[in-house]
């Protein structure tokens, strides 16, 4: 039953952020382009398995336990974001996880994969909304608010009831890198804390970076392919670009 209602959870919470999603892209993604199906999915996919790899890459962290890894796998997540519009943004996160699962596996009963997706859409979906090329401090400070109480509230009471550790183990594994760690308020602003702000800094300076230098190359084959068809594509598949 645990498991069942943990399950539930995601799907609901999921299906949240992909209705949110959409609203976004909607009423506050005004700088819309149309892409046809094939480019759409084709593009999302390829991103998403950029993402699944990266996040196969992972950097321990001096200041957390060791199931606190920085990867890199949001950078190419907000670059379909950028390109493609916030709906895209999210699925590419989602389809990032199961290609990680896929490749590797879980190690977190799930949570952490499932945290990885939440938090990284708190990262994604503002970015595409506060300016679409450039990503800063103000999407790195919603990720971190809302990565650490998600943490605090959530995910490590649950990682805690499906691994059938005690609270106190979790902590004495920050304890254990951190003196001043002794309980799940300062093991939330003592690593949960300065990961994600870590992350949401590097992620957004990097993908700064690069999509200014990707951007022109994904642009002028959008002019050709317009050319070719002798017109914009179907409105259907509607994306943000900058």
Same mark, same amino acid.
């Given at each position: ?24 892209? =909607? ?24 993402? /699944? ?5 992972? #950097? ?10 920085? $990867? ?12 493609? /519009? ?11 996880? #199961? @290609? ?6 879980? %190690?977190?009963?799930? @949570?952490? $994969? ?17 300016? *679409? ?19 605090? #509230? ?28 002794? &309980? ?22 990097? %993908?700064?970076?690069?999509? =200014? ?5 994904? *642009?002028?084959? $959008? ?8 017109? &914009? ?10």
């Amino acid at each position: 039953m645990e498991n069942l209602s943990f399950v539930l959870s995601c799907v609901l919470i999921i299906a949240a952020i992909f209705i949110v999603a959409a609203l976004f892209e =909607k009423y506050v993604c005004h700088d819309k382009k149309s892409f046809s199906s094939t480019h759409y999915i084709s593009y999302t996919a390829m991103f998403a398995c950029m993402s /699944g790899v990266l996040m196969l890459i992972e #950097i321990p962290l001096f200041f957390a336990p060791g199931f606190y890894k920085l $990867d890199l796998s949001e950078m190419p997540v907000l670059i379909c974001t950028f390109y493609l /519009g916030p709906v895209a943004g999210a699925a590419t996160e989602l389809l990032k996880v #199961i @290609v990680k699962l896929l490749l590797k596996g879980t %190690t977190t009963a799930y @949570v952490g $994969d499932f945290a990885n997706f939440v938090v990284g859409c708190t990262f994604i979906l503002p970015a595409s909304i506060i300016y *679409h090329a450039r990503p800063g401090k103000k999407t790195a400070l919603i990720m971190t608010v809302f990565g650490s109480a998600f943490n605090a #509230i959530y995910l490590l009471p649950k990682f805690s009831e499906l691994f059938g550790l005690p609270l106190d183990t979790i902590v004495g594994m920050g304890t254990a890198v951190n003196g001043a760690i002794n &309980s799940v308020s300062t093991l939330v602003l003592f690593a949960v804390v300065p990961f994600n702000l870590l992350k949401g800094i590097v992620v957004s300076a990097l %993908t700064f970076l690069l999509y =200014k230098r990707i951007s022109p190359i994904l *642009h002028r084959n $959008d002019a050709k392919r317009v050319s070719r068809r002798g017109g &914009s594509a179907p409105a259907a598949d509607a994306g943000c670009s900058k």
